[in-house]
């Protein structure tokens, strides 16, 4: 399996202009998560998914960023409008249905810069 | 809720030394615990992991010893080498209602020749 595939691998946009990261989780796997990471916050858990279907999204910061998974084998992370505070790295994960002693694999991660 | 606590870094040590990486957590059930490494540019990667108490971790000369009665899962390793350099993450998973996945906030190692 070729792992958890992100892209893209850095993206740069403008201040106003909308953001879509993209998210190819290992196939079987169930479960997906969305992190975020800063150097003043570390790593946040965003939101994730369970068969598709959001289970948490306390930790999205606000109304502009949405996620979905229409499909098991694809996810998306928007952010519209961008902002140059949510300049960071941005890591999906994924791991199977098998619970609590289950690791998750993560992708490389987006490299966001808003400017 | 679930949490995990590291020691902050930087930590710079000499190639050779012993590492020990702190970690505690609270947990309101009972989660299995992981140690991941980030080397620059690069995602996570799984470490170690231990799913229930007094179980050792090990993993490239690492090891962390899950601790129910300090809550600990400190890291060790007795002889750092200078590719060792990264950002190591404690975490946890709770395996119940929620099933999340919490790290804590990363700790940066500096291994020098």
């Known amino acids: 399996d070729a792992g958890v595939i992100q892209s893209p691998r850095h993206e740069v946009t403008e201040m106003g202009q909308e953001v879509t990261l993209r998210c190819k989780p290992i196939?079987?796997?169930?479960?997906l998560f969305w992190y975020r990471q800063t150097m003043m916050r570390g790593l946040e858990l965003l939101i994730y998914?369970?068969?598709?279907?959001?289970?948490?999204d306390s930790g999205m910061p606000e109304d502009r960023f949405s996620a979905k998974m229409p499909n098991a084998s694809f996810s998306t992370l928007k952010i519209q409008p961008s902002e140059p505070r949510d300049s960071a790295v941005y890591f999906c994960a994924s791991s199977s249905v098998m619970g609590r002693n289950t690791e998750a694999f993560f992708g490389q991660g987006t490299r966001l810069t808003v400017v | 809720g679930d949490s995990v606590t590291q020691m902050e870094g930087p930590v710079t040590l000499s190639e050779e030394a012993f590492l020990t990486i702190n970690c505690t957590y609270t947990a309101t059930g009972y989660p299995s615990l992981f140690w991941y490494v980030q080397y620059p540019g690069e995602g996570l990667q799984l470490l170690l992991k231990a799913t229930k108490a007094d179980d050792k971790g090990s993993n490239k000369g690492f090891e962390a010893t899950y601790r129910k009665e300090t809550t600990s899962f400190h890291l060790e390793k007795g002889s750092v080498q200078v590719s060792d350099s990264a950002v190591y993450f404690c975490?946890?998973?709770?395996?119940?209602?929620?099933?999340?996945?919490?790290f804590g906030t990363g700790t940066l190692l500096a291994v020098q020749p």
């Open positions: 998914f369970n068969n598709n279907v959001p289970i948490d």
């Open positions: 975490a946890l998973r709770d395996g119940g209602a929620t099933n999340k996945l919490i």
């Open positions: 196939s079987g796997h169930d479960y």
